[in-house]
């Protein structure tokens, strides 16, 4: 038996194996990734909070001696275990090592893959029908939104992919959709462009902010980075019936039939959530990245054919 075998048999540390499953269920929890575990950092001691382990079992140090060099190296068990998980993972193609996700994002991180992260809604016992909506990164989708953010800004833009399927949903296509979504959400910091609410439910796994087509996709809008808009819900359904559009100079422009609505409508606790919009004369929160923009093009299409006004002409 190795020392270090030994160590983890005396102190009685959960197996390898608990450890895998208990790293993937923490890193769907932190939206697919985590820093290379280090002392202080959060979910090293989330996942021994989960296991119960005591302050012997969290400070134990394996000693390996390094005779060429005739020095002694010391690490924590703890992370020691922690590591051998992740890299098992690794090699089963559930996470990604930190020097390949540094490829893609500039931080050495452990990120899922898409295999990784079927695994995890599997051990948390969360339905793989929520996949899609979960704000969860994996190595794929973050390829794309590689792509998608890496972008620039076309002067010729067409929102609408007449290729487009729309009767069959595609593994391709649900990664593509996903990729947009993250895209989106991050490029608005995770808030409202038009409110700027920015919260996440209590698990972490939800945020309240929707990553908005501006051409809608059931009529063949791109998931592009360019036709979409961080929207909170009540915005989003708002854009999406024709309450509100947006200039070309991305104010927001409120439909005349607000005049027409009871006074008692459209209320949230003494906010007119709808006719606020009109008085405050609100410009969208926009990314940082010009290049990222949602693009005139698709605003245009948007004003013409879902912005409700009385005669279908450009405004």
Same mark, same amino acid.
């Given at each position: 038996?190795?020392?270090?075998?030994?160590?983890?048999?005396?102190?009685?540390?959960?197996?390898?194996?608990? /450890?895998?499953?208990?790293?993937?269920?923490? @890193?769907?929890?932190?939206?697919? =990734?985590?820093?290379?575990?280090?002392?202080?950092?959060?979910?090293?001691?989330?996942?021994?909070?989960?296991?119960?382990?005591?302050?012997?079992?969290?400070?134990? +140090?394996?000693?390996?001696?390094?005779?060429?060099? !005739?020095?002694?190296?010391? *690490?924590?068990?703890?992370?020691?275990?922690?590591?051998?998980?992740?890299?098992? @993972?690794?090699?089963?193609?559930?996470?990604?090592?930190?020097?390949?996700?540094?490829?893609?994002?500039?931080?050495?991180?452990?990120?899922?893959?898409?295999?990784?992260?079927?695994?995890? @809604?599997?051990?948390?016992? &969360?339905?793989?029908?929520?996949?899609?909506?979960?704000?969860?990164?994996?190595?794929? /989708? $973050?390829?794309? =939104? !590689?792509?998608?953010?890496?972008?620039?800004?076309?002067?010729?833009?067409?929102? &609408?992919?007449?290729? $487009?399927?729309?009767?069959?949903?595609?593994?391709?296509? !649900?990664?593509?959709?996903?990729?947009?979504? $993250?895209?989106?959400?991050?490029?608005?910091?995770?808030?409202?462009?038009?409110?700027? @609410?920015?919260?996440?439910?209590?698990? *972490?796994?939800?945020?309240?902010?929707?990553?908005?087509?501006?051409?809608?996709?059931?009529?063949?809008?791109?998931?592009? &980075? %360019?036709?979409?808009?961080?929207?909170?819900?009540?915005?989003?359904?708002?854009?999406?019936?024709?309450? +509100?559009?947006?200039?070309?100079?991305?104010?927001?422009?409120? *439909?005349?039939?607000?005049?027409?609505?009871?006074?008692?409508?459209?209320?949230?606790?003494?906010?007119?959530?709808?006719?606020?919009?009109?008085?405050?004369?609100?410009?969208?929160?926009?990314?940082?990245?010009?290049? &990222?923009?949602?693009?005139?093009?698709?605003?245009? %299409?948007?004003?013409?054919?879902?912005?409700?006004?009385?005669?279908?002409?450009?405004?």
């Amino acid at each position: 038996m190795s020392y270090e075998r030994k160590m983890l048999e005396d102190l009685a540390m959960p197996t390898r194996k608990e /450890v895998e499953k208990a790293l993937l269920r923490t @890193l769907l929890k932190h939206g697919g =990734v985590s820093k290379e575990f280090g002392i202080e950092q959060d979910i090293v001691d989330e996942i021994a909070d989960d296991f119960g382990l005591n302050k012997r079992q969290r400070s134990a +140090f394996l000693q390996t001696t390094y005779r060429k060099e !005739n020095r002694i190296k010391k *690490s924590l068990l703890w992370h020691r275990l922690l590591f051998r998980a992740a890299d098992s @993972l690794a090699k089963l193609k559930l996470v990604s090592r930190p020097t390949d996700t540094f490829l893609l994002t500039k931080r050495r991180d452990w990120m899922l893959t898409e295999k990784g992260f079927d695994n995890a @809604l599997n051990f948390s016992g &969360i339905p793989v029908t929520r996949k899609a909506s979960l704000p969860v990164k994996s190595y794929e /989708v $973050q390829k794309i =939104v !590689n792509k998608m953010t890496e972008s620039h800004l076309p002067a010729s833009y067409n929102p &609408i992919d007449a290729t $487009q399927k729309t009767t069959k949903t595609t593994q391709k296509i !649900n990664l593509r959709l996903r990729g947009f979504r $993250q895209a989106v959400i991050e490029a608005y910091d995770f808030r409202c462009a038009v409110c700027r @609410l920015r919260i996440s439910s209590p698990d *972490s796994l939800s945020w309240e902010v929707e990553a908005a087509h501006i051409v809608p996709h059931h009529l063949k809008g791109r998931d592009d &980075i %360019w036709n979409g808009l961080a929207l909170c819900h009540l915005h989003h359904w708002a854009f999406d019936i024709g309450w +509100f559009t947006l200039h070309d100079n991305y104010s927001v422009k409120i *439909s005349q039939k607000i005049d027409s609505l009871p006074v008692d409508c459209g209320i949230i606790g003494g906010y007119e959530f709808v006719r606020a919009l009109s008085r405050e004369r609100i410009r969208i929160l926009l990314p940082d990245n010009d290049a &990222i923009l949602p693009h005139p093009n698709a605003i245009r %299409w948007h004003r013409q054919n879902v912005f409700y006004h009385e005669k279908k002409t450009e405004i």
